[in-house]
């Protein structure tokens, strides 16, 4: 089997090479090199040469306040040109596996939200996810579209590497207490990209849209304090007091881009579909801080 992989420089493309490497031929193709996403042309041009039976889009416009003043940009690497990818795949007759997120909802509400839930997002990033899922619908072409959340890695900057950074540098750090949702590791989400493909390959009636996070919820807040209390026990130098990590709200910390409170995903659909168990976040967070300390 012959793999596209777009993105494979990214925190969830480098996992990816990794994970796909048991499935099959990857040709990873990074914007430098024919898997330009803003640049169509070359970009279709890339497929049809390689012609893959698999094609995994883990290139995306993830700049969420930026993408407030380059609409654009935005809207052509994230709903554009993946409509074009999904046209292709299905003359192919390849499945496509492309990644969306949470900011395709509103954030209202406390209840996890399900693959069928309304959608309404906030910002330029959210609606140009929606539209790129949209178009990959209707293009007719056998796909995978997984929402995710929060997602981190060791490689590359990550919301652990900035807490630590600032509590070995401040007195008193201020993170948001009111957003909920699951972080969700790039390892974890490349794992579960190669099964859900080998399964769904076999069985194309597993195809659709999929909520993809870690198990479990916690807010900023809570999620940098569990960071921080971890590096203490390990003898971490810190200069930030355990009650100097103060909650504060969305409002008090304005952004370009408005983001959803509620960034519960239910993945029932998924592990019951897939007969998969998805770990709770703490135990992939954990992991990334016995990598990184």
């Known amino acids: 089997m012959k793999i596209l992989l777009l993105g494979p420089n990214g925190q969830l493309g480098w996992e990816l090479q990794r994970s796909l490497a048991v499935a099959g031929e990857v040709v990873a193709l990074d914007r430098h090199h024919g898997g ?22 883990a290139a995306a416009y993830t700049a969420v306040d ?7 940009l935005a809207r052509q690497i994230n709903a554009d040109t993946p409509a074009l990818l999904a046209i292709e795949a299905r003359r192919l007759g390849a499945l496509m596996l492309h990644y969306s ?42 796909h995978l579209i997984l929402r995710t959340s929060w997602v981190y890695a060791a490689r590359g900057g990550n919301f652990a590497r900035t807490m630590l950074r600032l509590a070995a540098e401040r007195e008193q750090l201020k993170v948001i207490a009111d957003q909920i949702g699951a972080p969700t590791g790039a390892d974890l989400l490349a794992d579960l990209s190669v099964h859900m493909l080998r399964a769904t390959r076999a069985n194309p009636a597993l195809g659709g849209t999929y909520h ?4 479990g919820e916690t807010s900023w807040h ?24 103060l ?32 770990p709770p976040w703490q135990q992939g967070v954990t992991r990334l801080l016995n990598e990184i300390l």
């Open 101 to 142: 997120s949470d900011y395709v909802f509103d954030g209202s509400g406390s209840a996890p939200r399900d693959e069928d839930a309304p959608i309404a997002p906030l910002s330029v990033y959210g609606r140009t996810k929606a539209e790129g899922e949209d178009a990959i619908r209707a293009s007719g072409c056998q």
């Open 247 to 278: 909650p504060i709200s969305t409002e008090q910390y304005p952004t370009p881009a408005r983001r959803p409170l509620n960034s519960r995903l239910s993945t029932a659909r998924l592990q019951q579909r897939f007969g998969l168990t998805l």
């Open 36 to 57: 330009d996403l803003a640049n169509a042309p070359a970009l279709l041009a890339a497929v049809q040469a390689v012609a893959p039976q698999v094609i995994v889009n």
């Open 222 to 245: 809570a999620y940098a304090c569990h960071v921080i209390e971890f590096a203490r026990t390990r003898g971490v130098p810190l200069k930030v007091a355990a009650d100097q990590v």
């Open 212 to 215: 993809a996070v870690a198990g």
């Open 66 to 72: 930026k993408a407030e003043s380059e609409p654009a």
